[in-house]
């Protein structure tokens, strides 16, 4: 190979095989924290949202199976595994009672995540997550003196109704676990019924902890109930601080 070829096969490399721009980026060390310091600054609000979606999907499963239980955990009808459509049969009167019931609790259930989302959506509209700032109920309460009055009354208004809804609904799923739990132990399946039965309880005790924890809190304590590690507001958002009888 000669001097002319290889000077040809240099240039056909420089022309086609060219590094893509999404190397080039990542070679920038700053790249990855100019992305970050833009979505949790910048523009806190969409990606605070961005996050209670993702976390809304992932929880919509867990309601449901854990709700229906008679539905969804497996059971013995004679020598077979009872079908969905076997389940939602009227065997008794306790076993239909207990799976009318299981469907209310679905539905409370809805309900409380229908408070849940919109105390959320409140809490990332009205309010910021500022760790140059304190997260004692006073100081809360100053900041929250600075925002228009019906903005205000607007949170405290939708934490307290989250607080008692979230209360009723600890309640509510402790009856259709016994119910339920009754009802299975007539139908159960050995060494898989009562291990799948434990499973649903515990996973939703999960939530309804977490329910508790959040909805319990001191006045002005809002935590997220979406973001990771139970994020507290404890600034009001730039759009609706008032100062001076004026929004600044």
Not at 40 to 53: P, S
Not at 143 to 153: H, I, R
Request: proline letters at 3%.
């Amino acid at each position: 190979m000669d001097a002319q070829e290889i000077s040809i096969i240099q240039k056909l490399q420089k022309k086609f095989l060219k590094a893509p721009k999404t190397q080039i980026e990542i070679k920038n060390p700053d790249l990855y924290k100019r992305i970050n310091t833009f979505i949790t600054v910048k523009n806190q609000n969409l990606y605070q949202r961005f996050i209670v979606l993702i976390n809304i999907l992932f929880e919509f499963y867990r309601v449901i199976s854990c709700s229906l239980l008679i539905i969804f955990i497996p059971q013995k009808c004679g020598n077979n595994i009872c079908s969905v459509n076997d389940k939602i049969q009227w065997n008794s009167l306790l076993y239909g009672v207990s799976l009318i019931y299981n469907f209310v609790t679905l539905f409370i259930f809805c309900f409380l995540y229908f408070l849940e989302i919109r105390r959320e959506n409140v809490l990332i509209k009205y309010l910021d997550v500022n760790p140059g700032l304190p997260y004692y109920k006073a100081d809360v309460e100053k900041l929250l003196d600075l925002m228009p009055v019906n903005k205000k009354e607007k949170i405290l208004c939708v934490h307290y109704y989250y607080h008692k809804y979230a209360n009723i609904m600890i309640y509510v799923y402790i009856v259709n676990a016994i119910l339920s739990g009754l009802v299975i132990s007539k139908y159960r399946i050995p060494n898989q019924t009562l291990s799948t039965f434990i499973t649903y309880i515990l996973f939703i005790l999960i939530k309804l902890n977490n329910v508790y924890s959040i909805a319990n809190t001191e006045e002005y304590t809002f935590y997220s109930a979406y973001l990771t590690t139970n994020m507290q507001f404890n600034d009001i958002d730039k759009k609706y601080k008032e100062i001076d009888n004026e929004i600044v």
